[in-house]
């Protein structure tokens, strides 16, 4: 563009002087004072000639040290510019400074930006590996390394399975870089089984980044959780036979009908109570941490929902009786695939949890019914409800919302239940209504998917414990 700019002033120059000396040589022919005119239009003609090659020049030594320039800052030294002059390319000298000082701000912050990426992605505990579409090895930080025990330069722009050497981590990579959605899995690794959680993010937009695989390593986290299950299984055990023993003197008091008062007599039935509450809570500890440890023994066969149903209402009847609340049990004939024991235990829990909640005088609805492969059993109360920041909580053991704090038990029913479902390889959720109430929502497989036992049921139907 300059060099057309250039040419053009020359050319007009060169244009008024060819005009000029035209003009001369025709006055020149037709006057007699056409030798002088002649001379001045020589002489324009030059100083046309002139200003055009002085123009022309300036343009392209201008032209010439952006080139320069550009050059320069194509191999890296971002602060080469050019001098701005007063020709006719003062604009593009300008407006390249400017564009070179924008270009060396954006470059400034990229490379910090790139520096604290770095830094974070160093200092994380967790393996970061980013892949190309093709699971390739781009970046991995030094927790990735130590992870698969390989270097940087063994592993980048190589095929992950090379330095991951596991297909379930490779299969994991490739699913997320082809379906573009974020993969879940816990796997065990290595020769030494480790359990990691790795979770593959699709990267939008990321260039020849496509995934990124995080890995955690979850072995402190299982060696604590079997620490706190030890914990609760052994105190469970040691606590059973000291209060078998305390019942039994206890029994013993109250059997001595002579010499006791009324105040005594009802000292021996307030102290069994009591045990009776402590005994029933070190079994449901004992039951939550043999469910929790996989120990629990499922046998499967074709059972009667509405049945289990029955049986439940029948365990928590003392309890509806008490409060006057009215259960309404299903009637459509259900069948599913399952142990009967839990299924039980899972349907008391909940009918014992609704019936607790609910003031006097209400109803408890108990709904079954089919989901296709699924079968689902709901439990609906009409008490306060759940609180919203409670319900992601309200299956964790121990766990009681302020607003049941003054009711009977420590929150571990629900846990059992959920440990129950889970061995089912079902669900169960918690919803609550603006208006009051809470629905406990079951569903099963109709046909089992969890792990049978190989040995013969030898345990009572009422009890997970016995």
């Known amino acids: 563009m300059t060099r ?3 040419g053009r002033a020359g050319l007009a120059a060169a244009a008024v002087a060819a005009v000029a000396l035209i003009a001369g040589v025709e006055v020149g022919r037709s006057s007699p004072a056409g030798s002088a005119v002649l001379a001045v239009a020589i002489a324009a003609a030059g100083a046309g000639g002139i200003v055009g090659y002085l123009a022309l020049h300036s343009s392209q030594r201008s032209v010439q040290a952006v080139g ?3 050059e320069a800052i194509a ?8 001098e701005v002059s007063s020709s006719a390319t003062h604009e593009l000298e300008h407006a390249f400074n400017t564009m070179a000082n924008r270009l060396q701000e954006l470059v400034a912050e990229t490379v910090a930006e790139h520096a604290r990426l770095e830094a974070v992605f160093d200092a994380a505990a967790d393996g970061l590996i980013a892949l ?5 090895v781009r970046y991995l930080n030094p927790a990735a390394s130590a992870l698969l025990r390989v270097g940087d330069g063994d592993a980048l722009r190589r095929p992950f399975i090379e330095s991951a050497r596991d297909y379930e981590l490779d299969e994991l990579a490739r699913r997320t870089a082809e379906s573009q959605s974020m993969q879940t899995r816990v796997v065990t690794f290595g020769p030494d089984r480790m359990p990691l959680r790795a979770v593959g993010v699709p990267i939008e937009a990321g260039g020849d980044w496509a995934v990124l695989l995080v890995l955690n390593d979850l072995t402190e986290v299982q060696r604590v959780d079997q620490v706190r299950r030890d914990f609760l299984s052994n105190v469970s055990h040691e606590l059973r036979t000291p209060l078998a023993s305390v019942r039994a003197m206890v029994e013993t008091i109250g059997e001595l009908e002579e010499g006791l008062d009324h105040g005594s007599s009802e000292f021996v039935r307030r102290s069994l109570l009591q045990i ?3 005994g029933l809570l070190v079994d449901e500890l004992l039951d939550l941490s043999r469910i929790e440890s996989g120990a629990i023994e499922l046998h499967p066969e074709a059972v009667d929902v509405v049945a289990a149903v029955a049986e439940a209402a029948d365990s928590v009847r003392a309890q509806v009786t008490a409060r006057a609340v009215e259960l309404t049990l299903p009637s459509e004939r259900l069948q599913v695939e399952c142990d009967k024991r839990s299924l039980v235990r ?10 607790k909640y609910s003031p006097e005088g209400a109803t408890v609805t108990v709904e079954a019914r089919s989901e296709g492969e699924l079968v689902a059993i709901s439990v609906r109360d009409q008490g306060p409800g759940i609180a919203p920041e409670d319900l992601p909580r309200v299956f964790e053991r121990f766990y009681k919302a302020d607003a049941s704090r003054s009711n009977d038990g420590v929150g571990l029913g629900l846990a059992i239940v959920k440990h129950l479902v889970r061995a089912h390889r079902g669900t169960v959720v918690a919803e609550t209504q603006p208006t009051g109430g809470s629905t406990f929502t079951v569903r099963l497989p109709r046909k089992f998917l969890g792990v049978a036992s190989t040995r013969p049921s030898r345990r009572s139907p009422s009890s997970l414990s016995a």
């Open 346 to 355: 899972i349907a008391s829990n909940l009918l014992d949890n609704a019936v």
């Open 276 to 278: 009776d509450r402590l």
């Open 68 to 70: 320069r320039a550009a």
């Open 75 to 82: 191999e890296g030294d971002l602060r080469y510019r050019v």
């Open 132 to 136: 190309a579409s093709d699971t390739t």
């Open 4 to 6: 057309r700019i250039a």
